[in-house]
């Protein structure tokens, strides 16, 4: 004798249009309107967060730098809630066109280095997060974050120095070794970027945010456990994937290497005009998300109004 399932209520079955259907295991799917918002919103608050670490001196303990890469948990709290995907496409290119290009001090096709590594980084990281209210796993994405990103800039360096396009960079007061000085940027970037503005505030930021800000988007907010929009799968196409662009970032690595820099824009606005300056990419940044907002807007009442009809 078999049951029938009760005829779910309306409310459920909008829930199942915004992001997929439910038979089993959810399955996600996202409007491009949300994804192009979560891509926007990524560009722009990642770009917002290097500008205050462009206009805030780094300190230094002897002859280390305490320096800090990068806000981790910005594109870390975007991914676990929304995209993983979407939220590391957006964000090496919001460092890219706010902080690099509209400060003047772009290198042309040797960006791409960064950004296939940001990219990569952040996806694996967002894709680690399976439930937004764990912690642990919201830890284990900040540390992953940095460490990808880092050990693949490591090695780029390293092969630089090994194949001879460049000289050894030693600091004095330090051990002359390529290694050492990369194991201990890589200590440092972790400590800084992965532990204190990653894990910390993204422990705190993720759990607080889950469930209240994902409406906002026309988003149903993830459940534990159910597939996540825009993950990595583990799985020998991504393997391959991975290590494409990790070879592919080495490519253009070496460009710079060699002194190929097409594409550079490199003004430096900041020493010309002085620090003020920096209030020209924040207004870039308003106008684009501004724009994106209004657009998503229209989107979504456009796409009420054809469910109503």
């Known amino acids: 004798m078999t049951t029938q399932n009760p005829p779910r209520p309306a409310e459920d079955e909008r829930r199942g249009a915004l992001r997929g259907t439910i038979d089993g295991v959810r399955s996600v799917q996202l409007s491009t309107s949300q994804k192009l918002m979560i891509f926007v919103l990524s560009m722009s608050l ?38 993983p995907f979407w939220a ?10 706010f902080t690099d290009l509209l400060m003047g001090d772009f290198s042309g096709l040797a960006e791409v280095e960064g950004f296939l ?32 990103d880092k050990i693949l800039s490591a090695i780029v360096d390293l092969s630089k120095v090994w194949i001879g396009v460049e000289d050894a960079e030693f600091v004095e007061g ?9 194991l ?16 910390i505030p993204a422990m705190w930021l993720i759990p607080a945010l889950h ?19 825009g993950q990595a799968r583990l799985s020998g196409t991504f393997v391959g994937f991975a290590v494409l662009l990790g070879v ?9 290497a060699f002194d190929i ?21 924040v207004l870039a940044i308003a106008v684009v998300l501004g724009i994106a907002i209004l657009l998503f807007r229209r989107a979504q009442a456009s796409r009420g109004t054809a469910d109503r009809a």
């Not at 592919?248 to 710079?256: C, K, M, R, T």
């Open 46 to 83: 990642f770009g917002l967060s290097n500008i205050i670490l462009e206009i805030i001196p780094d300190p230094s303990i002897g002859p280390v730098d305490i320096s800090v890469s990068y806000m981790v948990f910005v594109p870390l709290t975007i991914a676990a809630l929304f995209s």
């Open 88 to 97: 590391a496409l957006g964000a090496p290119l919001g460092e890219i066109v």
């Open 117 to 148: 590594q940001m990219f990569l980084a952040v996806f694996l990281a967002g894709s680690l997060i399976r439930n937004p209210r764990s912690r642990g796993q919201i830890a284990l994405g900040a540390i992953v974050l940095v460490l990808v």
């Open 174 to 182: 330090l051990p002359e070794s390529m290694l050492a000085l990369e």
């Open 184 to 199: 201990l940027g890589l200590g440092v970037d972790v400590l800084m970027s992965g532990i204190l503005l990653g894990a």
């Open 211 to 229: 469930g209240k800000i994902e409406p906002l988007m026309g988003m149903r907010p993830r459940v534990p456990g159910e597939p996540i929009p």
């Open 248 to 256: 592919a970032s080495f490519g253009f690595a070496f460009l710079e």
């Open 261 to 281: 820099s097409a594409g550079a824009f490199e003004p430096d606005f900041i020493d010309r005009f002085g620090d003020w300056f920096v209030l020209v990419s």
